[in-house]
């Protein structure tokens, strides 16, 4: 579709995800290649306009991912971000290449506090830059989109200058970032107006809203946006992003279709997948999504209250604006225990979200009886967190075989593990000051590395003594940090699950250098 089709449609909304670049520039949540590709191949299959895809010079891996997304992503147009030099422009343009739409990405910062302090450049020198990247990434790719880092505190004058340079070099889509969310609704929207009132030239682009989420204002802001005349937006999964992270897709869209009436646009997205894209992006990049998040978290189709739980039993519109079956979850929950079969299993799972192969299936099928073995009660979060940890670290070299840990009052504690490395399977006993060092000991002695434990969390999956416990682990080693989670209903063996997993993601991605200038 031309930029002058897109622009006959006044009320339609293009979305842009950015999931897999800035997305994954939130610290520890970079993600593998398989990973990517099957978040970008569920972002394509929902209906996402533009899938930003990676910052193609960062690295050969963030290189391969782009090129290898742009290969397999069907509907959308693949992106590659770039900044203003021809180095940056050259490797994006050849990154997308093989996209069937492909586009280019590039930015310069615009704000008096970045020329002077990141670039050390004067405005004059900045603006050449502008027409000169456009030009050259215009010269590539047919789709190319010029974005103003720090857009929200660069003056107007200069502002529009560049804006209609950009367009003049053959930008199709001008993004106004708030960088680093410091802008207000009404100032944001007023921001558009003028742009577009001011530059002659403004109706030849579509214009785009970017929105970090410092001061909790990033999906109002791009809302505000739109109002002001912005026609794509910008956005991540579960609103993962650099610092506080960015505007949420999935609270932008339903937002648009909850309140149609005063946000009059449409987009193409599935909202009934929104879910599913959720619970993977968490899963991926072990961030977990908090219970009381906008249209994805685990309460928020949740009734407690008596008073609310009254209501709902007589309408349900009393307290729920939108359906949950709307965004992909089920309202009805069938009670799964010890007696139930494989069609009743496969069905909850087809209720959730999840589509696995046979293989996929008869393991989460076994680990489901061993669960309901153990608990008199089997939890829809239950079934989540056993089959998200299996495909998480389904990929693994370091596999946990056994654990035998040894704690109480009298000390010393000890810890025997076995792991699956690579194939050949070790055994290592090792002591430590409570189970959970000892257990982690035993890793140290199986794994040497030097990585440094930042944050060790356990929660409870559900409720009851016989509740799963999931367990976060932070490791940093040589400038990078990774999260990932392990589940079980023994707390220490979720702990060794959870610290293998981390670690298996470092192993992974030792060689990842993310770049230093691409914060938007």
């Not at 505007?247 to 193409?268: G, H, Q, S």
């Not at 090792?430 to 929660?459: M, R």
């Amino acid at each position: 579709m031309s930029p002058v089709d897109q622009r006959s449609k006044k009320d339609r909304v293009f979305i842009f995800d950015t999931t897999l670049r800035d997305g994954e520039q939130c610290p520890g949540a970079t993600m593998t290649l398989e990973e990517k590709l099957q978040v970008a191949e569920l972002l394509d299959a929902m209906g996402v306009d533009i899938i930003e895809a990676g910052f193609p010079i960062a690295s050969n891996g963030d290189f391969e991912a782009v090129a290898e997304i742009a290969k397999v992503v069907r509907n959308a147009t693949v992106a590659g971000l770039a900044r203003a030099g021809f180095a940056d422009i050259d490797r994006a343009g050849e990154a997308v290449r093989q996209a069937k739409r492909p586009r280019i990405h590039t930015f310069i910062s615009t704000s008096p506090v970045h020329m002077k302090y990141k670039l050390q450049k004067e405005p004059e020198e900045v603006l050449q830059m502008v027409i000169a990247s456009v030009t050259r990434a215009r010269n590539l790719v047919e789709d190319v989109e010029w974005s103003c880092e720090d857009g929200t505190r660069t003056e107007h004058d200069f502002l529009c200058r560049c804006v209609e340079a950009a367009i003049k070099a053959g930008a199709t889509t001008i993004n106004i970032p708030d960088t680093v969310g410091y802008t207000a609704p009404d100032e944001y929207r007023a921001l558009f107006r003028m742009v577009r009132e001011r530059v002659p030239n403004s109706d030849k682009a579509i214009f785009s809203v970017h929105c970090h989420n410092d001061l909790g204002m990033a999906v109002a802001n791009s809302l505000a946006g739109l109002e002001g005349g912005a026609r794509q937006v910008e956005c991540t999964i579960n609103g993962i992003g650099e610092r506080a992270g960015n505007a949420a897709l999935e609270e932008i869209v339903m937002a648009i279709k909850t309140r149609n009436d005063i946000f009059p646009y449409e987009t193409r997205i599935d909202t009934t997948q929104l879910t599913r894209a959720s619970k993977l992006v968490s899963t991926v990049t072990s961030f977990p999504v908090q219970y009381n998040k906008a249209i994805v978290g685990r309460n928020a189709f949740a009734h407690e209250s008596g008073i609310h739980q009254d209501g709902m039993l007589k309408h349900t519109q009393t307290y729920e604006i939108m359906t949950p079956e709307s965004v992909g979850v089920s309202k009805t929950s069938l009670v799964m225990g010890k007696h139930s079969g494989r069609n009743a299993f496969r069905a909850k799972l087809e209720e959730m979200g999840y589509r696995l192969s046979n293989n996929q299936f008869e393991d989460a099928f076994q680990r489901f009886k061993d669960l309901a073995d153990r608990k008199k009660h089997v939890y829809d979060e239950d079934i989540e967190a056993l089959v998200d940890e299996r495909l998480a670290t389904a990929h693994d070299r370091i596999k946990l075989v056994s654990l035998t840990v040894i704690a109480g009052t009298r000390g010393p504690q000890r810890a025997t593990m076995r792991l699956d490395i690579e194939g050949h399977q070790v055994t290592e006993e090792a002591e430590g000051n409570g189970p959970v060092d000892a257990t982690f000991n035993a890793i140290k002695a199986l794994v040497p590395h030097e990585a440094v434990l930042e944050l060790y969390q356990v929660h409870a999956v559900t409720e009851g003594t016989d509740a799963q416990a999931e367990v976060s682990v932070r490791l940093a080693a040589d400038g990078r940090s990774v999260t990932a989670r392990g589940a079980d209903p023994d707390t220490l063996v979720a702990s060794a699950k959870a610290y293998l997993a981390a670690l298996n993601k470092l192993r992974a991605r030792g060689e990842r250098i993310h770049a230093q200038h691409a914060a938007e």
